[in-house]
């Protein structure tokens, strides 16, 4: 099964960056936009892996701090626009904390540069130049979710472990 341990995001903050992707579709960009409920910030990519119950245990062992987190950037790695998170000491820590539990426990995961950010469309592409507006919101992070990618009548599904 295809596993990711990421932040669920608030209905608020959800409703924020749907409105900037409705403002990107209206000024031309297309691409696969992200739908609403499959929102989130990955902390760490597992990938196929099959012992669900092993990284559960290494999320409930990794002590998580309560934080703010605010939309504050935009950007794209190549084609995918994301929208990013004001710098976030805590969060930070708590990756570099929950990615070394990982590795102790032999669990293997993407180990890229943690760029914390919410992917909103990927092969994005416009044929005219466009503007990002990234709406203020915010919210609280009290827990982090050991996600399942499942494909569902052709559509990739986020369901929550």
């Known amino acids: 099964m295809r596993l990711f341990i990421g932040i669920r995001l608030s209905d608020n903050m ?3 960056l749907v ?3 409705h403002d990107l579709k209206k000024q031309g960009v297309e691409g696969k936009y992200v739908p609403a409920q499959n929102l989130h910030l ?3 990519f597992i990938g196929e892996y099959d012992d669900p119950g ?3 245990n290494v999320i409930e062992k990794v002590p998580l701090p309560q934080f703010r987190l605010s939309l504050s950037e935009k950007g794209n790695f190549g084609n995918l626009l994301w929208a990013g998170v004001k710098g976030n000491q805590k969060l930070k820590t708590y990756v ?3 990615r070394t539990a990982l590795k102790n426990a032999e669990i293997p995961f993407d180990n890229d540069k943690f760029v914390p950010h919410i992917t909103l469309i990927r092969k ?3 044929k005219k130049p466009y503007e990002m507006h990234l709406p203020k ?3 609280t992070v009290e827990k982090v979710s050991l996600l399942k990618s499942d494909r569902k009548d052709g559509r990739v599904v986020y369901r929550e472990i």
């Open 124 to 126: 994005a592409a416009s």
């Open 54 to 56: 092993k990284v559960k």
């Open 137 to 139: 919101a915010e919210m």
């Open 42 to 44: 990955t902390l760490a």
């Open 19 to 21: 409105a900037c992707m």
């Open 96 to 98: 570099k904390d929950l």
């Open 14 to 16: 959800k409703k924020a």
